[in-house]
């Protein structure tokens, strides 16, 4: 290999969160931020959610950056919410 590829830096990679989000996760996501404390929590409007996820699993907007986002506060809820059993 030439050494300007084996001494040069570091370099980052991204994590395919709008694929993962769309296949493997896709029933998750959707049963966690519908169906669980964060829709129970009154904090977003739930409708405003359910349209963020149908774009973005109809691929017209990429919202993963969002969804991982309420995914996040979703974990959060569910571990510190004196409701959330």
Known sequence: MPNDVIYR???GFSVPMA???RGPLRDDVSRMLI???L???NLFNTAQID???SQHF?????????????LM???FLRRFSPQVA
């Open 73 to 75: 506060f979703d974990k």
């Open 9 to 11: 830096g570091k370099m």
């Open 51 to 53: 349209r963020i996820l």
């Open 35 to 37: 169906d669980g404390p």
């Open 58 to 70: 109809q691929r017209t907007r990429d919202y993963s950056d969002c969804i991982w986002s309420l």
């Open 39 to 41: 829709a129970d929590s």
């Open 19 to 21: 694929e993962w989000t």
